[in-house]
Each structure stands twice: as structure tokens, then as C-alpha cells.
């Protein structure tokens, strides 16, 4: 027995297009639009307004491959970043993460995911050649690969790793191992290892 309609199609099409993102299932997409629709003149519409703009301002850098409404971007135009240092990440949002920590004042470069013969997903899917392209033009001096720690990411980032051996930069990888605040007997086996592989001078 199919499910009956509580709401007009455009209610029923908001809905379903909430469902749709990250973390929000179908009840979760039902008190959110039921929300809006309740503060439709301070929420929905200035949401529908944004969300015009953003489809037609928002586009992909050609340099770095993040997102922004100016090409290139706010970080690629900013005079004030070390253009010698490029952090590679898979993704946008890790892009925003890292620089939520502000721990670099560096520039990006966004793979668009990870290499998963699997998925069907090969080094032409990624991008990866404007990365080489970005260092065969001079000037960097060092690659962070900051990709994730999992069998893709990793095998990614030994790719990436192979395509820049002819070029005199750097590459590095981020660290693993205890996270700050961490207590050891809460870690699991693969962290704890690769801990004491990467173990510092105290």
C-alpha cells in the first residue's frame, strides 16, 4: 500500500527535494519544511532568494577546484597566501574544515574525490592533472597531501605521489595517530600503529 499525499504537490516536492540532502531522511525533510513554511517570510523566502543567487553565482574555481562566486576564488586571488604551499584535499568540505582550524595560511587544490577502480572512478574522474599542472608551472615548493585515511585515500595519494616525482617539490602527508584529547584505551588498533610509526621527540 503506497503512502498517501498529506500536503499539495509543491509542499509534497519541497519534501522530497529536502530528503534529498545530507543527514536528513524523510521525517527529518518533513519537520524541516513544515518549519519553513511556518516562517515563511523570515526563513523560506530569503532561502528561496539565496538559493537563486547561488545557482547563478556559484561556480568551480579553474585553479583550485572549490567552489566560490568569483574565478578564481577568495583564496587563489588572496595576496596574503603562501603560493608556494599547496594542501591537496578530496573534498570541499575538508577544504573548510582545515581552514576552520586556520592552522595554514596556504593554498588549496580540491581532487573532487578519491581513485575507486570499484565505482569506476580513474585519474581522469579527478583533479589530479591540474595539480601537476599547478607545480610543472614553478614556484611550489611543497604538496600537503591531506586526503583521507582510508584504502582510497591513501591509494590516491600515492598516485599523486607518482606524478610529481619528477618535479623538485616536496609532498607530505598529514599525520596520524592519537587525537588531542584522546586516551589510548578508547583507540582502535590501525590508530594506535600508525601512533607509534609516526612517533616524535618529546
Known sequence: MSSRSVAGPEIERLIQLLAKLPGLGPRSARR??????????????????AMDVAVEKVGICST?????????C????????????ILVVE???DLWALERAAALNCRYHVLGGTLSPLDGIGPDDLNIGGLVD???????SEVILAVNATVE????????????????VRVTKLAHG?????ELDYL???????????????
Open 74 to 85: 577568495t583564496i587563489c586571488s588572496d595576496p596574503r597566501r603562501d603560493a608556494s604551499t
Open 178 to 182: 592519537v587525537p588531542v584529547g584522546g
Open 134 to 140: 599547478r607545480v610543472e608551472a614553478g614556484g611550489v
Open 32 to 49: 524541516a519544511a513544515l518549519h519553513l513554511i511556518k516562517k515563511k517570510e523570515q526563513l523560506l523566502a530569503p532561502l528561496a532568494e
Open 153 to 168: 585515500g591513501q591509494t590516491t595519494a600515492h598516485f599523486v605521489t607518482d606524478r610529481l616525482a619528477g618535479f623538485d
Open 188 to 202: 582502535d588498533e590501525g590508530t594506535l600503529t600508525q601512533a607509534l610509526k609516526a612517533r616524535t621527540a618529546f
Open 91 to 93: 573534498d570541499v568540505a
Open 64 to 72: 583550485c577546484g572549490t567552489v566560490d562566486t568569483s574565478d578564481p
